[in-house]
């Protein structure tokens, strides 16, 4: 990009495909440096991890598999809350190691909450100049069924949506 950018968020989701959209950002896009402007441009890496009951695909604080809704089972939730927290971390470990290769320093942000509306929010509560994700390219049923959380993002975001679909 020509400008020089104060702010871009980078939306990770563990796929593949947003893994090739930070590399892209990495390599394309242009930060602010400390002698421009007093405030120094950075990349922020965010992970919208899906709330329990959109991760258990049920209420989590019910008896799975029909029993009664008023009883929690705490294992139960524990067990996906320990699960979630090991994907998440995986998740940006491996943004991370990206960054760390190419010897740009980012910050971080794991969000929980339904992924399209996190990124938005988040987007427009750090003023981004630019958002940066990747495109899975599902199927017309499948999205029509689960929505395009870039699709959602780019009517959305108060910012302009650079959607990177292949490999860098």
């Not at 939730?77 to 994907?87: S, Y």
């Not at 998440?88 to 339904?114: F, W």
């Not at 870039?150 to 679909?165: A, E, G, R, T």
Request: some cysteine; charged content about 20%.
């Amino acid at each position: 990009m020509v400008g020089k950018l104060r702010c871009v968020v980078v939306s990770v989701d563990g796929s593949e495909e947003s893994m090739n959209a930070l590399r892209w950002a990495l390599q394309n896009l242009n930060l602010r440096s400390q002698g421009e402007d007093s405030e120094t441009g950075n990349f922020v890496i965010l992970h919208a991890q899906p709330p329990l009951t959109i991760a258990a695909g049920l209420s989590p604080a019910s008896i799975p598999f029909g029993g009664p809704s008023n009883v929690e089972v705490p294992a139960f939730t524990a067990a996906i809350e320990a699960h979630q927290k090991r994907i998440t971390e995986a998740i940006m470990d491996h943004a991370l190691k990206i960054c760390s290769e190419k010897n740009v320093p980012v910050k971080t942000r794991v969000i929980v909450g339904d992924p399209k509306e996190v990124i938005c929010d988040v987007t427009d509560k750090l003023q981004a100049d630019l958002l940066v994700m990747g495109c899975r390219n599902v199927g017309a049923i499948k999205r029509m069924f689960l929505g395009s959380v870039s699709n959602y993002c780019i009517n959305h975001v108060q910012c302009p949506v650079m959607v990177v679909k292949e490999a860098v």
